[in-house]
Nanobody, 121 residues
């Protein structure tokens, strides 16, 4: 049993910054690929950024140059630094991770419950 817990969402004005965190806890042996997705009202969920266990990253075109994904493997945690936020970044942000379960051969995909980011003046 594994949980992903996001934190760091909130209300900010355009141009400001936020840092999201997501920590995996429970029967975690190791965490492989991790990522952030977002869903705006009336829209489908879309990929924001991903990072492999080795640190390779990729980003949606809409956030390149503004967002940075990183991870701390010792803490089983992924971060999303969001700079120069725009109103169109407003969405619920979801953490995603592929987790190897302690003392099993299973690798399972987990999702966090989401954290709301609102960018408005």
């Amino acid at each position: 049993q594994v949980q992903l817990v996001e934190s760091g969402g909130g209300l900010v004005q355009p141009g400001e910054s936020l840092r999201l965190s997501c920590a995996a806890s429970g029967r975690v042996f190791s965490v492989n690929d991790m990522g952030w997705y977002r869903q705006a009202p009336g829209k489908e969920r879309e990929l924001v950024a991903t990072i492999t266990s080795g640190g390779s990253t990729n980003y949606a075109d809409s956030v390149k140059g503004r967002f940075t994904i990183s991870r701390d493997n010792a803490k089983n945690t992924v971060y999303l630094q969001m700079n120069s936020l725009k109103p169109e970044d407003t969405a619920v942000y979801y953490c995603n991770a592929f987790v190897k379960i302690f003392r099993t051969l299973r690798e399972l995909e987990y999702w966090g419950k989401g954290t709301l980011v609102t960018v408005s003046s």
